[in-house]
């Protein structure tokens, strides 16, 4: 059961609620959010949901038997919107865009991928500074000092950034710098990371687990909202399977799935996905015949110069192309 309480609920008012929950014999943990204040409620006996919904101070009730219940649609009937600041939105009634190269490689770049992104109107840059590799001797970023060469130049061009934390430590220094942290496939389930990021008032975007289930995910989401953080997203970026025909399998599956079970924007990541550039534009277009509420994928002047990921990265022709046929495609579905 949630209960979502009013805004300025007194301490005595709270108090009589907590007790009523508690003669019922339910457990009880509070969570307070930039959004709201909530009674999240476990327990197994029956009672008349009515004599809780009809205490004072108390905005809302629902019952919600998913393991998972702050970021379960069954109690919230409008999905969630996030808001970046100077009118970029993202939810069910903004398909958004978000693009940019797998690594920050260096001021050039980030300025000529910036200029493409103005070019196109997409107003959110992804690019990671920590990079979690699987070789140790590979490229794993320019760090806090490219993430701030990354934010000027971005900032001066309004463009929004998204990027990679892949630990607790790294949040302090990179929070000024950020308008979305990304948590990669790697620390889906890094659950210290999650807790702390459910602490900070700056969006987290959530990959799924390379191995994850759909269920797993929205619990990692719940690590993050049950900490105070109602600004989630979710992303789907392919699953590790049998098949060796591509990086990974793109779950079609999930996005519907997703949009089913939680109230919270869903994302899909055609470039790792699939992992083959050339098959990258037909996913991020099944991806929106799906019901996402945008895509994410890799953008490089040069791919096959890019110090990460090259193979499943678009060149600036190719990602404009991209951006024409998903614009005309999203339109031609809000007629």
């Known amino acids: 059961m949630i209960i979502q309480l009013e805004q300025n ?4 008012v709270k108090e009589k609620i907590l007790s009523s929950i508690n003669t019922i014999g339910y457990k009880t943990t509070e969570v307070k959010t930039q959004k709201g204040i909530y ?6 006996n029956e009672f008349d949901i009515r004599l809780i919904g009809s205490l004072n101070g108390v905005q809302d009730v629902h019952r919600v038997s998913d393991s998972y219940k702050l970021v379960s649609r069954k109690w919230k009937v409008n999905a969630t919107e996030i808001d970046l600041g100077d009118g970029v939105l993202i939810g069910e009634n903004n398909f958004s865009i978000m693009a940019g190269p797998c690594s920050i490689e260096s001021e050039e770049q980030v300025e000529k991928v910036v200029k493409h992104l103005v070019e196109n109107n997409i ?4 690019g990671g500074v920590f990079k979690p590799r699987s070789s140790p001797y590979a490229f794993r970023g320019m760090g806090i000092d490219g993430l701030k060469m990354f934010n000027r130049i971005c ?4 463009i929004k950034i998204i990027t990679e934390v892949m630990q607790v430590s790294q949040i302090a220094e990179m929070i000024d710098y950020v308008d979305v942290f990304q948590v990669g496939a790697r620390n889906s389930q890094n659950f210290n990371l999650l807790d702390e990021l459910g602490r900070v008032d700056k969006p987290v975007l959530i990959k799924r687990g390379m191995s994850g289930t759909i269920d797993e995910l929205l619990q990692s989401a719940e690590y993050i909202f049950s900490n105070g953080n109602e600004k989630l997203m979710l992303c789907e970026r392919g699953i590790r399977s049998y098949e060796t025909a591509y990086r990974n399998t793109f779950d079609i599956n999930a996005i519907p799935i997703l949009k089913e079970k939680t109230h919270l924007p869903v994302i899909a990541d055609p470039s790792h996905g699939i992992g083959i550039r050339e098959h990258v534009p037909m996913i991020a277009l099944a991806a929106m015949m799906a019901g996402a509420d945008g895509v994410i994928y890799e953008v490089h002047e040069k791919p096959e110069e890019a110090a990460s990921d090259g193979a499943q990265t678009l060149n600036f022709d190719e990602s404009k192309q991209l951006v024409g046929r998903l614009n005309a495609n999203y339109s031609l579905n809000l007629v």
Not at 9 to 12: F, G, H, K, L
Not at 123 to 126: C, D, G, L, P
């Open 155 to 158: 900032r001066a061009n309004g």
């Open 39 to 44: 009674l999240v409620c476990i327990g197994k």
């Open 123 to 126: 107003k959110v840059m992804r």
């Open 9 to 12: 609920i007194s301490p005595t």
